[in-house]
């Protein structure tokens, strides 16, 4: 993290931005077309077994399939085959970098199981998990430095001049970083700017 935050990376940050950028997006892209497809569902009353099932009743649909489809095609388009392989690989190296023993495709099939995911991997974090002592140390060693970078940010007059620097640099990447998620979605759901459509 000190590499990434020092002065002589800026080629490196640049390029871990731009990843970083891509990653974000398609996974935002990913996550909300799954979970508008989830809530579509989970809005509806279950179906009763058997021929009982034509008794329940359905929620009529406030929304027609064809316009909540082309609205979610433009606030969240399909992944195409190469991004979706891109975002697998990404997905199945974060699990391998955090030991989850889950299978990624299960996990990510839905909103409920990632979220369940989530929540197992930060009971495991913070219960240190079945990790040795040297994980343990990484670990600690890691959360103690994203503990500082948090507080560096929160309040970036405190620390010394390097921890200051480090802080800002942190600062200037989430807001570029989200200044172009943000100018991106604007994009997608309005056009290219001077654009009058």
Do not use: C, H
């Not at 100018?183 to 056009?191: A, K, M, N, P, S």
């Amino acid at each position: 993290v000190d590499l990434i935050l020092s002065d002589n990376a800026r080629g490196i940050r640049s390029a871990l931005l731009d990843e970083v950028f891509v990653a974000t997006d398609l996974a935002l892209r990913q996550l909300t077309r799954q979970s508008s497809a989830w809530i579509s569902q989970s809005l509806q009353p279950p179906r009763l077994p058997g021929p009982l099932g034509m008794l329940t009743p359905r929620l009529p649909k406030l929304i027609p399939d064809r316009v909540s489809g082309a609205a979610l095609d433009r606030i969240a388009p399909a992944l195409e085959p190469e991004e979706q392989v891109y975002l697998n690989d990404l997905v199945l190296l974060s699990f391998d970098l955090l030991e989850l023993d889950e299978d990624p495709d299960k996990v990510l099939s839905s909103p409920v199981k990632s979220l369940d995911m989530l929540r197992k991997l930060a009971a495991r974090l913070s219960a240190g998990g079945r990790m040795s002592e040297t994980d343990q140390a990484q670990q600690n060693e890691l959360v103690s430095t994203m503990s500082q970078l948090g507080m560096q940010l929160v309040s970036p007059a405190r620390g010394s001049q390097e921890e200051q620097a480090r802080a800002r640099t942190l600062r200037d990447m989430t807001q570029n970083l989200t200044s172009r998620l943000v100018e991106l979605q604007r994009e997608r759901v309005f056009g290219p700017r001077g654009n009058n459509t």
